[in-house]
């Protein structure tokens, strides 16, 4: 999918700009709802067991670091491949390539654990990736947690590289 085509999509599909950067729209959601009393998280109130989104994202935004309390597992749907940075709860940093060219070590879906700091990337230059995300127990913006580069480094300086890369300077005014 060529970045021309990216308001062609936005368009098509309603997306709306996300905080963490690209654009998405909510596609599903349970009308079942589950407390943190049968779940090991802690949540205020009851969540939704899944909601769903579509993710677009072109190659010249990036989906900032941010962290969940729920499980997100990520769909590829179109465009270029996209790579899922995770810095796992003990501090391990892994690149996942969501997409299909399975020969070149792309896979078609992949789970961020809960509590995992993660954003995305799209390598391939003047391009777009059209991706589906569901968590579980259902994301709540209450549960979302952006990070800037001074505490991500602060917390994993081995990691300086990806965090220049992925990291807010400093968080958008409208998110503080």
């Known amino acids: 999918m060529h970045i021309n085509d990216l308001h062609k999509w936005v368009s098509k ?42 993710f677009l994202l072109p190659s010249d935004d990036v989906s900032h670091f941010h962290r ?48 995992s700091i993660f954003g995305s990337s799209v390598s391939e230059k003047d391009t777009c990736s059209l991706v589906g995300c569901m968590v579980s127990p259902g994301f709540e913006f209450q549960d979302f947690e952006l990070f800037t580069q001074d505490e991500l480094l602060r917390m994993y300086p081995e990691h300086k590289e990806i965090i220049r890369k992925l990291a807010y300077q400093q968080l958008p005014s409208s998110l503080e």
């Open 68 to 115: 969940l309390k729920s499980d997100e597992l990520w769909y590829y749907h179109a465009g270029s491949s996209l790579s899922i940075h995770v810095i796992d709860e003990n501090g391990n940093y892994q690149e996942i390539k969501l997409g299909m060219d399975l020969d070149a070590g792309e896979v078609p879906q992949f789970l961020v654990k809960k509590n």
């Open 13 to 54: 599909l309603g997306l709306s700009p996300h905080p963490e950067g690209g654009y998405f729209k909510g596609t599903f959601e349970s009308e079942e709802r589950i407390s943190d009393q049968e779940l090991s998280v802690n949540y205020e109130g009851k969540r939704k067991l899944y909601t769903s989104i579509y």
